[in-house]
């Protein structure tokens, strides 16, 4: 991933990374062995040079076809760049028979991959909310439960026949375009015929849509990481017995920071942050769609100064005098002062990824005077590698519910597992001196 500065009270994490897939598969130190007669039998490993575009494919939805793959055949299976970037170097590890089932099933994705075709389908206008969803709930479900890859475009389409229509661009196998194609037009003739919509309310999660966002100032930027939806959320509720995989991407302070989910996503927002920087930075589109009335709560794309290139946000505070706002990046949970000239409408397809960032509060400490000091701040964003790109354990003990907010804050347990012993944030802080140990269950 890109580096982005460390910065005291908000360290920062926007970035991309080249290396789009060793975020996803953290290399194994696993070795295979098993003893005949007293002799060692090691593991072997086969490499095969794969394209990144089939990556996404092979590794489903959050990595689960990969793992199905490691799981049944027992091999740990890693990646790592290649100096094209096109391709990507799958290493198999495990004993002979394994590797060679591991590398067979991988063959056969790689050819169903290459069987994905292109398909179209009209949506008419009236009908499009029903397809799309609120923040593109529908849309986003339809997508997960086809397996399929659709696109819609732009521009609206005039018939005589049916009036206005948009088309969506459908990408898979045969079986996921048929079953998307099939999805999308019950929904559309369930609502025609005036059957009630179970397919819709099926699909249907509670979700954000800017106008539901409040319009205040920065001291209320938390309150826009609502808008990362349920899934993300859900997804850290619902496994509060279980250590999960995350990075730290931004830190105000102990009590306040925000993280990442590691895994398939990660190497997502990559590919849309490249997608959105290539777009805005085309000089015509850029003309089209410089918002040039900001409006306080909107959802934009808007460029981060320090590297130039540009990301999810939303608008916090205007400076007229500047000609400047104020922008909390979505998936990251940073802010930075943009120019007003940097800040653009953001397109549907770019709207399509859940925003990633989800703010925490670090469970089981206070701080040893009233408040968080710049040193202990410091030390936590050292300590949590924040920024870094390098995977913590996150546990969820309790939530913190918080007046006008629609979902509680996750309390968590954080711990760096690296080295010969895994290390406790929070008792690396009261170790340090800048905490004292608090009772989670008072919290």
């Not at 793992?67 to 100096?83: G, L, P, Q, S, Y």
């Not at 009236?126 to 397809?131: G, N, P, Q």
């Not at 990481?225 to 017995?241: A, D, F, Y």
């Not at 931004?250 to 996503?265: E, H, M, R, T």
Request: net charge negative.
């Amino acid at each position: 991933m890109n580096e982005r500065k460390f910065v005291l009270l908000a360290v920062t994490a926007v970035g991309s990374s080249l290396c789009l897939y060793y975020v996803i598969r953290k290399t194994s130190k696993k070795e295979y062995h098993i003893v005949f007669d007293g002799s060692q039998v090691e593991s072997m490993t086969v490499e095969l040079k794969l394209q990144t575009s089939f990556l996404p494919f092979l590794f489903g939805q959050k990595g689960d076809t990969l793992k199905k793959i490691e799981d049944k055949t027992n091999t740990v299976i890693n990646f790592r760049c290649c100096k094209d970037e096109k391709y990507a170097i799958c290493s198999i590890s495990g004993f002979q028979s394994n590797v060679k089932l591991a590398e067979d099933l991988i063959k056969e994705a790689e050819g169903n991959y290459l069987k994905i075709g292109r398909s179209e389908i009209s949506v008419p206008e009236e009908k499009l909310d029903l397809v799309l969803g609120r923040n593109l709930d529908n849309f986003n479900q339809i997508q997960q439960e086809s397996g399929a890859v659709i696109l819609f475009e732009r521009r609206t389409y005039i018939s005589k026949k049916v009036g206005g229509f948009r088309k969506f661009i459908i990408k898979g196998t045969p079986e996921q375009m048929l079953k998307a194609k099939n999805i999308i037009e019950n929904v559309i003739e369930n609502n025609r015929s005036g059957i009630e919509r179970n397919r819709i309310e099926e699909f249907s999660s509670e979700g954000h849509t800017s106008k539901d966002f409040p319009s205040k100032g920065p001291e209320d930027c938390n309150a826009f990481t609502w808008v990362q939806g349920r899934e993300m959320i859900t997804e850290i509720l619902n496994n509060t017995e279980d250590y999960i995989d995350v990075f730290v991407s931004a830190v105000a302070s102990p009590d306040k920071f925000w993280i990442q989910i590691a895994g398939p996503l990660t190497s997502v927002l990559d590919n849309l942050v490249t997608e959105m920087t290539s777009f805005y930075r085309e000089e015509n589109n850029a003309s089209q769609y410089r918002i040039s009335v900001p409006n306080i709560g909107a959802i934009v794309a808007a460029i981060f100064p320090a590297d130039g290139e540009y990301y999810r946000g939303a608008i916090m505070k205007l400076d007229d005098e500047k000609k400047t706002v104020s922008v909390f990046f979505v998936d990251f949970g940073d802010s930075d002062e943009v120019p007003q000239s940097e800040v653009f409408e953001l397109l549907p397809e770019f709207s399509q990824l859940r925003f990633q960032a989800i703010e925490c509060q670090l469970g089981g400490v206070l701080p040893r005077d009233l408040s968080w000091s710049s040193e202990a701040i410091e030390d936590f964003g050292l300590l949590s590698l924040c920024a870094q790109w390098k995977e913590l354990r996150l546990k969820v003990l309790k939530h913190r519910s918080v007046t006008g907010r629609p979902t509680p804050i996750p309390v968590v347990k954080l711990v760096n597992p690296e080295g010969e012993k895994a290390a406790d944030i929070s008792e690396e802080l009261i170790r340090k001196g800048h905490a004292v140990e608090e009772d989670i269950n008072l919290v």
